[in-house]
């Protein structure tokens, strides 16, 4: 079946402007993850959400960044007022939440933001 | 500590050669534990979970040592395709409930 899909693939964006990464998770998958990932560095989580309970916001780097899941399934990613170090490789993973193959997260292909 | 920790690496080896990755982590009521791997410019993908019996997929051997909180992941006659950043990862963290380590980065050369 179809994987974890992504939109945009790539993003190139002014300082200061604001820009929205779109994530669809694979079909029956409770829960869902932001990462970023910096050129180099390793998976710096941002958000999880779990079915309907209220998400995990814990890993978001300021109140620029939020995020949104509509229905259980697409996930939006905002961030506002963009700045240079916002410049990365944003990853969404979803996956079961129990059942044999709960907790193996399966990741999209990203987003690479470039903010100018 | 820091949750999960790894050699960053790189290793760097001959094709052909056994390498083997460590892995340890902090919190001692994980329950899940996989290696991802992770090629360059590209997303994280499932290698292979990691059961306390110790698993083998091919070439790819995983253990984990609870008692001392520690995963590893044997790689035999490597080849050039297996090079690639390998993430160890476990569960129970406070984030997203699974804890990604910053990887370690393996070179198979010719």
């Known amino acids: 079946g179809a994987g974890v899909s992504q939109s945009p693939s790539n993003k190139v964006t002014e300082k200061g402007k604001d820009v929205e990464l779109r994530c669809d998770p694979i079909?029956?998958?409770?829960?869902l993850y932001w990462y970023r990932q910096s050129l180099g560095q390793g998976l710096e989580f941002l958000i999880y959400?779990?079915?309907?309970?209220?998400?995990?916001k814990s890993g978001l780097p300021s109140d620029r960044f939020s995020a949104e899941r509509t229905g259980g399934s697409v996930s939006t990613l905002t961030i506002q007022r963009t700045q240079q170090e916002d410049s990365a490789v944003y990853l969404c993973?979803?996956?079961?939440?129990?059942?044999?193959?709960?907790?193996?997260?399966?990741f999209g292909a990203g987003t690479r933001l470039s903010v100018l | 500590r820091k949750e999960v920790e790894q050699d960053p690496g790189p290793f760097n080896v001959p094709e052909g050669a056994t390498v083997a990755f460590n892995c340890t982590y902090s919190?001692?009521?994980?329950?899940?534990f996989f290696w991802y791997r992770q090629d360059c410019r590209k997303e994280p993908k499932l290698l292979m979970s990691?059961?306390?019996s110790g698993n083998e997929d091919g070439r790819f051997t995983a253990q984990l040592n609870r008692a001392s909180q520690y995963i590893s992941l044997l790689i035999r006659d490597s080849k050039l395709s297996d090079s690639a950043t390998y993430l160890c990862?476990?569960?129970?963290?406070?984030?997203?409930?699974?804890?990604f380590g910053k990887g370690t980065k393996l070179s198979v050369k010719p």
């Open positions: 993973a979803s996956s079961y939440t129990s059942g044999r193959a709960s907790n193996i997260q399966y």
């Open positions: 079909s029956g998958h409770t829960a």
């Open positions: 959400f779990q079915g309907n309970s209220a998400p995990d």
């Open positions: 919190n001692s009521a994980s329950q899940s």
């Open positions: 990691v059961y306390s």
């Open positions: 990862v476990v569960s129970g963290g406070s984030q997203g409930n699974l804890i």
